[in-house]
Nanobody
Framework: QVQLVESGGGLVQPGGSLRLSCAAS????????LNWYRQAPGKQREWVAL???????SYRESVKGRFTISRDNANNTVFLQMNSLNAEDTGVYSC??????????WGQGTQVTVSS
């Protein structure tokens, strides 16, 4: 059974930092591309960051220079370090493990709230 479990969300003041983790089980973790997505209240889910099995990395424009995605294949975990957070970063952050349409797995998400 495949499981992706996010953690690390919470309430943070503008300008603060959080580090999200997503622990995976039931998959050959190192073979998967890993994404972080987020969904703000009343908005569609949007892609945030990607790290491939070959360690290629990309980010949505609005988080470049503030967020860092990384992976630890030995511990089947992907991270998202988020710095200089602002209110627009508020949302439910979910991790995704993807190889193809038949191997596309999601976690339940963790809430990030940026507010003073």
């Amino acid at each position: 059974q495949v499981q992706l479990v996010e953690s690390g969300g919470g309430l943070v003041q503008p300008g603060g930092s959080l580090r999200l983790s997503c622990a995976a089980s039931g998959i050959t973790f190192s073979a998967y591309a890993l994404n972080w997505y987020r969904q703000a209240p009343g908005k569609q889910r949007e892609w945030v960051a990607l790290i491939t099995s070959g360690l290629n990395i990309s980010y949505r424009e609005s988080v470049k220079g503030r967020f860092t995605i990384s992976r630890d294949n030995a511990n089947n975990t992907v991270f998202l370090q988020m710095n200089s957070l602002n209110a627009e970063d508020t949302g439910v952050y979910s991790c995704n493990a993807f190889i193809g349409s038949e191997r596309d797995y999601w976690g339940q998400g963790t809430q990030v709230t940026v507010s003073s």
